[in-house]
């Protein structure tokens, strides 16, 4: 029987009891749960009348609140973990190079996916223009550029090398009053002159998609 | 090249992109629970970029959802050793397996179902932990240092006292009380039924509140 004047002892010995009910007939599990949840200020008709479920959701409140006090306790994310899975993911994404030399010093080469970067950067840059998601080269093109230079490849290129043409695809968040294809006319022409001045790419097609709209 | 900009070659190899849609993109609520609709719209663009092949935009959901991975990474195993492991395998692992995601659920609770799955991989295959260092780099508000003594030492009992739940109950402790999801949530996440996530609640609510009754 519990005593609602001390409620401490007969609840803790209650929690190992296979019963585990009050004197009232209250399920002290389902009193654990309202407390836990925060809810114990909210009571039923019956806890509204009843001592021992007062006392126990009182105390049960207590008890959990370091609980509800972990569970704000931010936990903050770390760096290392972001930059690894940033390196994993570059490595898995199937990337594409530009050769911008191939000189008899040695090969200057450019990923596309810091051509995709120069290009979001330029992007950006005109005005009405709000996000920017950059891609280069599909992999897929990638792939037909190998298999069609198979037998008469460069040794001295890698792998998915597409030489100095570049197609660039861009997906552009517009400003909602502003004229879109204008918008993204300067992107094009904003995207093609910093990559051939950034990145001495020759030819460069920039596929601009405004895919959302800022009120 | 132009000056360290948002979206030049940064030290960490990301294309940061979090801050210019600033406005653009509403951010997740911190510590789970339901996500407002702007928020899950905000993440389904993203998902269907990165779908794409955008990288930045996964990089978005990178620093959007990845302190949900490591942190229930963390409460699950108990150190962050093994909790930045986990991590990164599941933000590895839902890039890879960003193709078949097809919105049927919210990007977060993808999230947690493939990091808590990752997880109870890593507790199988591991004997239990034998350091709980949860707090190496909690930042807390400050109501000075022996306050913060006491609150972190709390909170490291808590911590500790989670970790030695069995599994089952660890998981629906943790993602029902610490990640604010409800029952069917926890339930969907799990692959299990709402009665049994209740009932594993149940029973890792009675061993907490009597392992923590010293700490009141």
């Given amino acids: 029987m519990t005593d609602p004047s001390r409620p401490d002892d007969d609840l803790w010995q209650l929690l190992d009891d296979p019963a585990r009910h009050l004197a009232c007939g209250a399920d002290v599990d389902e009193l654990l749960e309202q407390a836990a949840d925060g809810q114990a200020g909210q009571l039923t008709g019956h806890q509204r009348d009843c001592p021992h479920c007062q006392a126990a959701l009182q105390e049960f409140s207590r008890a959990w609140e370091p609980v509800r006090r972990a569970a704000v306790t931010p936990v903050p994310f770390p760096a290392a973990v972001r930059n690894a899975v940033a390196r994993q993911v570059r490595k898995l994404t199937a990337d594409v190079w530009y050769t911008l030399d191939l000189a008899d010093g040695g090969a200057i080469r450019i990923a596309a996916h810091v051509v995709a ?3 979001s950067e330029a992007a950006r840059k005109v005005p009405g223009v709000h996000v920017v998601f950059g891609r ?3 992999a897929n093109i990638a792939g037909l550029a190998e298999t069609a230079t ?3 490849r460069d040794p001295r290129a890698a792998v998915g090398v597409l030489g100095r043409t570049a197609v660039i695809h861009l997906a552009v968040a517009a400003e909602y009053d502003q004229e879109l294809d204008a918008i993204a006319r300067d992107v094009q022409q904003r995207v093609i002159a910093e990559l051939r001045d950034k990145a001495g ?3 460069v097609l920039v596929n601009v998609t405004v895919d959302d709209i800022i009120t | 090249m132009p000056g360290r900009g948002p979206l030049c070659p940064g030290r960490d190899g990301w294309h940061a992109a979090s801050h210019l849609a600033a406005g653009r993109l509403a951010g997740p ?4 629970g339901i996500q407002t609709d702007a928020v899950q719209a905000a993440d389904a663009y993203l998902v269907e970029r990165a779908q794409e092949g955008y990288l930045d935009a996964y990089a978005e959901l990178v620093d959007r959802h990845g302190g949900l991975a490591y942190r229930v990474a963390l409460r699950l195993l108990g150190n962050h050793h093994d909790a930045e492991d986990v991590a990164q395998e599941a933000l590895v692992l839902a890039w890879q397996q960003l193709s ?8 977060p609770t993808w999230l947690y179902r493939i990091v808590t799955r990752r997880a109870l991989n890593r507790i199988a295959r591991t004997p239990a932990a034998d350091s ?3 707090l190496t780099d909690a930042t807390d508000s400050g109501a000075g240092p022996a306050r913060d003594v006491e609150r972190n030492l709390t909170v490291d009992a808590v911590n500790a006292a989670v970790a030695a739940l069995p599994p089952p109950q660890r998981v629906a402790i943790v993602l029902h009380h610490f990640e604010g999801l409800s029952n069917e949530e926890v339930a969907r996440i799990t692959g299990s039924t709402v009665a049994a996530v209740r009932s594993h609640l149940f029973r890792g609510r009675r061993t907490l509140t009597k392992t923590l009754q010293d700490w009141r």
Avoid: V
């Fill in chain 1, 117 to 119: 970067r120069i290009a």
């Fill in chain 2, 100 to 107: 078949g995601f097809k919105g049927e659920s919210s990007y």
């Fill in chain 1, 150 to 152: 198979l037998r008469h």
């Fill in chain 2, 29 to 32: 609520r911190r510590g789970g």
């Fill in chain 2, 132 to 134: 709980l260092d949860f």
């Fill in chain 1, 136 to 138: 280069s080269t599909h």
């Fill in chain 1, 201 to 203: 790419l020759r030819d």
